[in-house]
């Protein structure tokens, strides 16, 4: 077994654990941050509109 056999497993074992919607973690933490922008001027609206 060679290294790049070793790193070709754990980007496998990795991937297994994403949910099937993702293709990389790079995708999820995207959404997970578009998602926290998103809730952050959604209750910063809310906040001026209730004033």
Do not use: C, H, R
Request: overall charge negative; cysteine-free.
């Amino acid at each position: 077994m060679n290294i790049s056999d070793s790193k070709n497993e754990m980007e496998e074992y990795e991937n297994e654990s994403l949910p099937k919607i993702f293709k990389s973690w790079k995708q999820l933490y995207a959404v997970v941050i578009g998602e926290l922008a998103l809730l952050i001027l959604l209750f910063y609206w809310f906040t001026k509109s209730f004033e």
